[in-house]
């Protein structure tokens, strides 16, 4: 969802990437203005036959018509990207296909990871983040989320200090039972990589 703040910048959720968790904190900060929809048919990998919600909630900054370079956004190791994909997939259901990977959706991590990664041999998330990052003013890493997030708000012109207090949101990979049943053998991750 591409979430307009008070100072004119733009959140960019790319997904999977603890945005739903960042929104939630923007809002509690009294940051929010309100949030910026496609007018049309949303960026890919969202289909055209995704549901409104789903194209509403991954807006690009391009996509909105606002500045790119007043946009931020986070993106996370293409390894643990595809982690929290599938076990977001297993733990609420891969229906309704809404998303460029649903269709390869199972209930093992490797054949999950096998189809991806026979459909996209050139990197799906290095072409996703291509799409949600383009022209980006700050491209913050989930990895230092806190860190990145306190730069991306002071560029905004926003006080982070007292946001962000919140447990993580929508995190299914760090559920123990997900978290083990998604783990790379050396040769997975070397595909990925």
């Not at 003013?137 to 962000?164: I, K, N, T």
């Not at 299914?172 to 783990?183: E, I, V, Y």
């Amino acid at each position: 969802m591409a979430t307009l703040l008070k100072t004119g910048w733009l959140f960019v959720h790319v997904p999977k990437t603890g945005g739903t968790w960042l929104r939630r904190g923007l809002a509690e900060a009294g940051f929010i203005v309100g949030e910026e929809a496609v007018p049309g048919v949303a960026a890919w990998p969202v289909p055209a036959t995704a549901s409104p919600a789903m194209r509403r909630l991954h807006a690009t900054a391009r996509g909105v018509g606002h500045d790119p370079a007043r946009s931020f956004c986070f993106v996370r190791h293409p390894l643990a990207w595809y982690r929290a994909l599938w076990a977001h997939g297993v733990r609420d259901g891969w229906e309704p296909r809404e998303f460029a990977l649903d269709q390869y959706g199972c209930d093992d991590f490797r054949v999950f990871m096998d189809r991806c990664l026979r459909a996209f041999p050139v990197g799906f998330v290095s072409l996703l983040y291509r799409v949600f990052t383009d022209g980006a003013g700050f491209v913050g890493r989930y990895e230092r989320l806190g860190e990145d997030l306190h730069a991306a708000l002071a560029l905004a012109g926003l006080d982070p200090s007292g946001a962000f207090a919140h447990a993580p949101l929508n995190a299914a990979s760090a559920l123990p039972g997900l978290g083990r049943r998604c783990l790379y053998p050396r040769g997975l991750a070397e595909r990925v990589a």
